[in-house]
T-cell receptor
Framework: DAKTTQPNSMESNEEEPVHLPCNHS???????IHWYRQLPSQGPEYVIH???SNVNNRMASLAIAEDRKSSTLILHRATLRDAAVYYC?????????????FGQGTRLTINP | ETGVTQSPTHLIKTRGQQVTLRCSSQ?????VSWYQQALGQGPQFIFQ???????GRGNFPPRFSGLQFPNYSSELNVNALELDDSALYLC????????????FGEGSRLTVL
């Protein structure tokens, strides 16, 4: 399984943008980049995913480097509810396999 | 639309006992995965079920087994419980295979004494 590297923790202020980095230098050409987050006492929640192009949805944006060796999850305007552990995950599109390999993730703290 | 529900939410067992955890998948979802999350760690993949058959397994011993029923609900069974089995057990469902968009339940917290 290809590995990702994320900072252990980050801190930001409410209503400011947050950029969560992820390095994945061993990514293969067909690996998808997924982001999940886990709020306290809850199961993980899907945030966004992409392959090569930048992606936007109602929750966040995903910026993927041109060489695909890194990506950044962008929360445009953080709220207190965005405080969570954020996981960057690579997933090979093997038919039938939905195995997600979670690392330690980044614990995001939002200050009021 | 009802999300993924798991039961029980918390339970305590002693070493050597057996436990069954249950999961109702989200409506319309035919694939279920189970994950184990130890305290302070990310979730680890146990196995996946599709149309009542196991079709993917992580690095867990055979005493971890499962079932998927015709209505796509699922059970995780763990025999001969060990202290290290204490963890949050998460169930996730999805509407099809080969997707990375999973919908997780809130988990069952198992404590083994």
């Amino acid at each position: 399984d290809a590995k990702t590297t994320q900072p252990n923790s980050m801190e930001s202020n409410e209503e400011e943008p947050v950029h969560l980095p992820c390095n994945h230098s061993t990514i293969s050409g067909t690996d998808y980049i997924h982001w999940y987050r886990q709020l306290p006492s809850q199961g993980p929640e899907y945030v966004i995913h992409g392959l090569t192009s930048n992606v936007n949805n109602r929750m966040a944006s995903l910026a993927i480097a041109e060489d695909r060796k890194s990506s950044t999850l962008i929360l445009h305007r953080a709220t207190l509810r965005d405080a969570a552990v954020y996981y960057c995950i690579l997933r090979a599109p093997i038919q039938g396999a939905q195995k997600l390999v979670f690392g330690q993730g980044t614990r995001l703290t939002i200050n009021p | 639309e009802t999300g993924v529900t798991q039961s029980p939410t918390h339970l305590i067992k002693t070493r050597g006992q057996q436990v069954t955890l249950r999961c109702s998948s989200q409506s319309g979802h035919n694939t279920v995965s189970w994950y184990q999350q130890a305290l302070g760690q990310g979730p680890q993949f146990i196995f996946q079920y599709y149309r009542e058959e196991e079709n993917g397994r992580g690095n867990f011993p055979p005493r971890f087994s499962g079932l998927q029923f015709p209505n796509y609900s699922s059970e995780l069974n763990v025999n001969a419980l060990e202290l290290d089995d204490s963890a949050l057990y998460l169930c996730a469902s999805s509407p099809r295979l080969n997707t990375g968009e999973l919908f997780f339940g809130e988990g069952s917290r198992l404590t083994v004494l």
